[in-house]
């Protein structure tokens, strides 16, 4: 327990009982409001407080044209509600006291909108389509009006009763809780009807004694009283005070300002009525705890089914299996780890792939070691690049060869002849062994100018796709990069998606954090205040209590909270265009023709 609480706690002693539950009642609510799932629940706890706190609510009900809502206006002193019998009541309407006058509509789903009084009509009454959309998603009204009345307690105009099948009637039992006296109104003549009969016995049995209103006395002249005893004799066991009025006399009565009709109108003996009931304290404080008790059941099955229902369940499961898992995600990490180093030298290797690439020889050796550079069209330029090559490695040595050829036949020519070897020759100087070796040469020559050709060719396809080949390879180098880092960005999404995950588990089930609060609460400063004597609690009920307490602090809420790797442990370099420079290929014409000796003149004879 908070040491706030505890110091609210302590302050209690010199408050009424009532009080007392109450105050201890505001911390519980404080704490249950944290958690939205059971927020139905909390808020019928909240209308507890705010009931026990206000004016002692009573309710009027009866079915259609029985003047209800007329004895409602006549007992507040003005026309509030539309009392038209061709329109009934359609909406369950507070009436309480305020120093300004507005309406608060209270939705079902717990929004509250504050309207201008004039906008009642369409709230209680209206038939109008968009009345009936309005009307399908709200709860009930409040008014606030200036009335001296109201500063006592709060009316309650109803939607009528209405029989159905089986001659059973439903009314919202959510709010005869709430109220804490019920004045049933019947008209004057109108005997009840066993649907009626039904429903007062049910509530009879529910342990709510309604009180008979007969309204329309001015019409039955003289006759009221053996209407009663009539009505009496059937279900005279099952209600309580009865008190016969007209509140059309009250209405005229107020417009004429005639004190003898307000006299015979009775509206004044039914108005003190109200005020002798409310006023027992006693009666209030019993109300309060019982709709308590009732709301600890309620509160018992709500906690014990959220640990089977949604999304506690996903929330509690997806937690215990990462906690099960930590090992093999502990590898995982590590994998994920290696992994991601892995591509980022990968996305590094790719950037740089040809910064040092200045020639066709490199351009080649590279596009070997790197299958990513491959496509059809690539595969072949690399095919005729390397017969350029080989044909330039050929024809290169081919003219080595005729070099070393020729400076052997010099040396041997001037060896024999003591002159050096000077082309045409004398034909004394022609000899068969020098005549061989002439046309050897001229082989060698003729070889080198077969490959020449072939080298020119080649050459030419090089030169002429150097470009598209420049751009594509630098194209397959990015669409390497993309790929790296979609890997990589990848990684990091799923990495993501199962913080994500265990994230949104592990809030859902922090939003369950204070049910363990609340449970502790219970049982430490709501139990010992309903099982000592202050209260008005049964001794069969105080067992009820510690069993239901018991239930709920049985229920087990505690977990482990998850571990997982921190953020920036698997973050993947967003920045890769940053911090890896990107060099494309940019060869030109020099850089891919190879340097080769000019073709030897052919030797004549």
Known sequence: ??????????????????????????????????????????????????????????????????????VIN?????????????????????????????????????LEVTFNIASLPLFTVSNTESAQIIRKHLDYLEVYITCELLKKVTIVDSVALEAGANNAV??????IQRCNEVFWILQAGSPATEAELNFIEKLNRKGITAHLIVNGIDRVDGEVEAFLDMEKERYGYFIGEDVPVSALQAQQARIAN???????????????????????????????????????????????????????????????????????????FQQEKALITSLEKQYETASKVF?????????????????????????????????????????????????MEYGQLEKQFKNQTGVSLAFPLEESEHTPLLMEQIQTLNNIRTHCEQKLIFIKKYEQFVLEKLDTVQSR???????????????????????????????????????FNCIPEAQSYLKDAIEPLLLERVLPVKEQEKIQIQQTIDHIVKVDFTYETPTAAEPDELS??????????????????????????ELPEKIEI
């Open 1 to 70: 327990m908070t040491e706030r609480f505890s110091e609210q706690l302590n302050n209690f002693d010199e408050q009424n009982p009532l009080e007392q539950l109450i105050e201890r009642l505001k911390p519980l609510h404080s704490i249950l409001s944290r958690n939205h799932y059971i927020k139905d629940t909390t808020a019928r706890l909240k209308q507890i407080i705010e009931d026990a706190e206000s004016q002692p609510i009573v309710l009027f009900l009866g079915k259609e044209r029985v003047g209800k809502t007329t």
């Open 74 to 110: 006549s007992l507040i002193g003005r026309n509030l509600l539309e009392d038209r019998p061709s329109e009934p009541t359609r909406t369950n309407t507070f009436i309480k006291y305020g120093d300004e006058e507005y309406i608060k509509a209270i939705f079902l789903n717990g």
């Open 170 to 175: 439903y009314f919202s039992p959510a709010l």
């Open 258 to 332: 005639s004190t003898q009709l307000l006299i015979d109108s009775r509206i004044t003996q039914l108005s003190q009525l109200m005020f002798q009931l409310i006023d027992n304290k006693q009666k209030k404080m019993r109300h309060i705890t019982e709709r308590f008790i009732q709301w600890l059941e309620r509160l018992r099955v709500e906690i014990s089914t959220i640990p089977a229902r949604e999304p506690y369940v996903s929330a509690f499961e997806y937690v215990i299996q990462h906690q099960n898992g930590l090992s093999s995600e502990v590898v995982q």
């Open 355 to 403: 910064k040092e690439v200045q020639t066709l020889f490199q351009l080649l050796q590279t596009l070997e070691n790197h299958s990513y550079l491959r496509d059809p069209f690539i595969e072949m330029y690399e095919e005729m690049a390397e017969l350029y090559q080989k044909n330039v490695r050929e024809y290169r040595k081919l003219h080595v060869e005729y070099t």
């Open 473 to 511: 390879l630098n194209e397959l180098v990015e669409n390497r990069l993309l790929s790296t880092h979609n890997q990589l960005s990848d990684l990091e999404a799923e990495r993501i998606r199962e913080l994500s995950g265990m994230t949104a588990s592990v809030n859902k089930l922090a939003e």
């Open 572 to 597: 993947v370099q967003q920045n890769l265009e940053e911090k890896y420079q990107l060099f494309k290929l940019r060869l030109t014409e020099e850089d891919i023709i190879s340097d080769i000796p």
